[in-house]
């Protein structure tokens, strides 16, 4: 029953309608089913059984484990095969303690670097993410929240810092996309912004580092709900 679940979760998040390619789209999908947790720690993923489950060769299915391999997200085991390793709350705290200290310093060379129709560009897409929200249009609002994020990455021209923070995130894009479908979590985060972006105009760097702290906060107990739901340590 467990591994018809789990079989169960990984073609769920099989999406083949993308322009990817199989060994891609394998992979991304066993990652997501990982990182969510549906496939505990310390269970043995048995090439043979997946590649028949999901009627492909086991091509992409050695291709994806051997980049969770490098991860650090599964790993092999002498005598096993390929055990799922997983990410645990630890390293999720550990993560967003990185967050706090690169977004702050993101924002804040974007600050400095911003001109008056970049600010008017960056309330014009806080504008559009409030009525994307208003019209429950969540995926929509999920795309509003990474542009908004990338706006001030792409600022603050510190191209290696971004390449840092992306890395970190994808981690936890599954678990914040999750937290975010919540509409009381959507509302908060959009007035997180607004108070984000009034910081910057007031060049006030001591509100910027309280506000990108209290929402990666925020955004962090979102996220910890739902690993203690999915009873990942």
Known sequence: MIMTNIF????????????????????????????????????????????DVLNISRTPIRYAL????????????LGIGTVVKGIKMKDAYEIYDIRKSLDTLATVKAMQNMTADDY????????????LNKEDRVDEVLQNFSDFNSFIY?????????????????????FRDVAIRSS????????????????MRNNDIESITLMVHDHLDRSLQFIIQEMEQRHID
Request: overall charge negative; glycine content about 4%; aromatic content about 4%.
């Open 8 to 51: 169960e979760s990984i073609k769920n998040n099989l999406d083949l309608s993308q322009n990817k390619s199989l060994k891609e789209s394998v992979y991304q999908a066993l990652r997501k089913t990982i990182i969510l947790g549906d496939i505990p720690a310390g269970m043995r993923i048995n090439e043979m059984e997946l590649a």
């Open 66 to 77: 051997k980049e969770l391999t490098q991860e650090n997200l599964v790993e092999h085991q």
């Open 120 to 131: 008017q560009a960056l309330e014009t897409l806080l504008t559009y993410g409030e009525k």
């Open 154 to 174: 792409d600022k603050s021209e510190m191209l290696r810092l971004r390449q840092i923070v992306t890395e970190l995130q994808t981690y936890l894009v599954y």
């Open 184 to 199: 009381a979590r959507r509302h908060i985060a959009l007035e997180e912004h607004w108070l984000i972006l009034k910081g």
